[in-house]
């Protein structure tokens, strides 16, 4: 199984970007995919999940509003739609797949690389 991650950049305060995870070697369409953060030292932390069918969506308080999540099965790909980016959101993003939709990074079984977002002010 492989989660590759891309998307990151350096972006302004404000600005935007769209990740992207693409999954091969798993049936995508029966798994629930999340995207998860770890920012220099601190602790891993949700970001937002989706069901496998794409009909419900779950997001961390802290991103709620400004990023969106989606899928798209047949191309077996993720993607979180970020907006309004603050500095604080500056991380390395990683995506994973779950067999529920959980904001519990335990419930995930396979994980990607991550890529690195970084937000100047």
């Known amino acids: 199984v492989q989660l590759q991650a891309s998307g990151g950049g350096l972006v302004q305060a404000g600005g935007s970007l769209r990740l992207s995870c693409a999954a091969s070697?798993?049936?995508?369409?029966?798994?629930?995919m999340g995207w998860f953060r770890q920012a220099p030292g601190k602790e891993r932390e949700f970001v937002a999940a989706?069901?496998?069918?794409?009909?419900?969506?779950y997001y961390a308080d802290s991103v709620k509003g400004r990023f969106t999540i989606s899928r798209d099965n047949a191309k077996n790909t993720v993607y979180l739609q970020m907006n309004s980016l603050k500095p604080e959101d500056t991380a390395l993003y990683y995506c994973?797949?779950?067999?529920?939709?959980?904001?519990?990074?335990?419930?995930?079984?396979?994980w990607g690389q991550g890529t690195l977002v970084t937000v100047s002010s």
């Open positions: 070697g798993l049936t995508f369409s029966s798994y629930g």
């Open positions: 994973a797949a779950s067999r529920s939709l959980s904001g519990n990074p335990n419930s995930y079984i396979y």
């Open positions: 989706i069901h496998r069918s794409g009909g419900s969506t």
